[in-house]
């Protein structure tokens, strides 16, 4: 498996909670090792955009079968695609954490396969953000 990282080399700043956006971190890329297979590749990009950071974790694995992407974000949903043992739980608090801390969370999949999560976040306001 390739997991890797592309983007800002200079620290980016998100005001919020250190150990709430580690976890959202975690499950992003925790989500896609899972389903992404041994011979895949897992990115995640960090850039400044549209006056604040995004965040993209993006895998060239089976994406998410037939389902909208969009509900994947509810909980205990889960692909259709075979060999997801995960709880549906993920995404959905991915959702939440971003939510807390004014930002906001899309994903994609396109038909060829692999998935795509974006979370936006605001400009931090403050020198205590968190890098």
Not at 19 to 46: F, K, S, Y
């Amino acid at each position: 498996m390739d997991l890797g990282y592309a983007g800002a080399t200079e620290p980016v700043h998100v005001h919020g909670s250190e150990t709430l956006l580690a976890e959202l971190i975690g499950n992003l890329v925790d989500n896609a090792v899972r389903h992404v297979g041994t011979h895949g590749t897992v990115t995640v990009q960090v850039a400044r955009g549209d006056g604040g950071v995004v965040l993209d974790v993006v895998d060239d694995g089976p994406g998410v079968g037939a389902l909208p992407p969009e509900v994947l974000f509810q909980r205990f949903r889960r692909s259709d695609t075979a060999g997801d043992a995960g709880a549906g739980l993920g995404l959905a608090i991915v959702k939440e954490i971003a939510e807390r801390h004014a930002g906001v969370v899309s994903c994609a999949s396109p038909p060829g396969g692999g998935f795509r999560v974006t979370v936006r976040f605001a400009a931090a306001r403050s020198a205590d953000a968190v890098r």
